[in-house]
């Protein structure tokens, strides 16, 4: 993600510094930035806007090093995928620097700079997090900068965001991985030779990266479990009205499901 | 199905008669078939093999009709999605028939004659179900006709066929349901604009016709509900890892997934 959004940059960048612990990573975009560096202090010391693109909870331990490693302040942003936790620490941040959450909602199964992609967020819906620590003219340089990569900047409290990502990312990759777990509980490859396009669509999200995924949750949990509480009580309604092969309320639920696939197809349509 | 069927085995039909309830659909398929009619009496009266195409339970009544409409017998095979009602319904046929259970393992959202499509089952997998009432000769007749319409023909006992496609079908369709419903009780239209390819593609089999699904639920009653248990036992299991913040338990839970993931693939890709 962040080797993407480098890349998408670098034509509206004077100077482009990039950050990175794997020496690999660094000797593949010794090309695209002006400075490469595995030191964070290093790689922020002069910089006007710092962009955070590692897991949620590393985004955290680097925000709470920023002030010893760049004590003069700057711009902040990141692009983690939970944001309440984020945002809190961004707004206990000391009064030298500016900061503003963002989350691009895309994203590849296969990472690494090898798969960066300059287009990766063109046409993509770019998440804005303000917070008190947000002034307005933060707020402009994200928003012109997700412009510059083809991205729709939408704003959202951090609450807001971490609530509707549970229910349309963080639960379906939970359900994805049970469904991926429950059929290979059977032990029997021919599973996979009879399933086709629905339990390929359905269990694509499962092979994603256990470690990004955990990050995720544990800095989301209450909304996860929130939604978890709400597709719990939704499974035990449908499990009941099959066991007592209630046609009627079957139906009922499930044309409910249907329509609402459709609604959310023409929102998705029309946006 | 039936439509893409019809169309699929043309070229290697000396004589293909289609019965449809629906006159529109009677009409689209006047040139392709050599006697079109809305009377099942009147389809099967000369027929050497009777493909039945309707949803289960619908297949089930016919099966049933049969002997009455064409007392004589013939060669009789179905499509339906679940196998083991339908084939004990078809080992139960007078002893002048002779059938066989099928069910080709791909599918369209949309349905009707307009959707039809020669090259459906091109590469899909197609399973056939023997019983107590399938000869060697229907057998190979089967097999040959899946071999024509480019289909990969595998074999598979009736209650078999029903508990694997409960895993990789029925159980992923509810999911799927379920995952649209929770998404959809936040009533916050801001979710569809921020959701992106993993909420598109576990969404979008809840988009499936509900009455096809319904008599599929209702027909394969039993291997469903097994799988629910299963799956809710995993649920249960991992809500709990999360709500404990069990980083290690909850590495192995997502790992196991990511693997059994990677295991699908690599079959899939082989086979």
Request: charged residues 20%; glycine residues 6%.
């Amino acid at each position: 993600m962040g080797g993407s959004l480098a890349m998408a940059l670098r034509p509206f960048t004077l100077h482009l510094t990039i950050v990175d612990r794997d020496p690999e990573t660094r000797a593949a975009c010794a090309e695209l930035a002006d400075f490469v560096t595995d030191s964070f202090a290093a790689g922020v010391r002069d910089a006007s806007l710092v962009i955070l693109a590692v897991p949620a909870r590393a985004i955290v331990q680097l925000l709470q090093e920023l002030p010893i490693v760049r004590p003069d302040g700057c711009a902040v942003m990141d692009i983690g995928s939970t944001k309440t936790e984020i945002c809190r620490v961004m707004a206990d941040l000391p009064p030298q620097f500016e900061s503003i959450g963002g989350h691009p909602m895309c994203g590849k199964e296969i990472s690494g700079f090898g798969a960066a992609d300059a287009d990766l967020y063109r046409g993509q819906t770019f998440v804005l997090c303000d917070h008190a620590g947000t002034t307005a003219v933060l707020r402009e340089t994200a928003v012109q900068l997700i412009t510059h990569i083809g991205a729709n900047p939408i704003h959202l409290p951090p609450q807001t965001h971490d609530r509707l990502v549970a229910a349309i990312s963080h639960l379906p990759y939970l359900a994805s991985a049970l469904l991926m777990r429950t059929a290979a509980a059977m032990e029997d490859n021919r599973a996979w030779t009879v399933s086709a396009s629905g339990f390929r669509d359905t269990s694509r999200i499962s092979g994603s990266d256990p470690q990004m995924m955990i990050d995720i949750l544990l800095t989301n949990k209450t909304a996860v479990l929130d939604q978890l509480a709400q597709f719990q009580k939704m499974l035990t309604a449908v499990s009941t009205h099959l066991q007592n092969e209630d046609e009627p309320a079957l139906r009922v639920w499930l044309t409910q499901a249907q329509s609402e696939h459709q609604h959310y197809k023409e929102i998705k349509t029309g946006s």
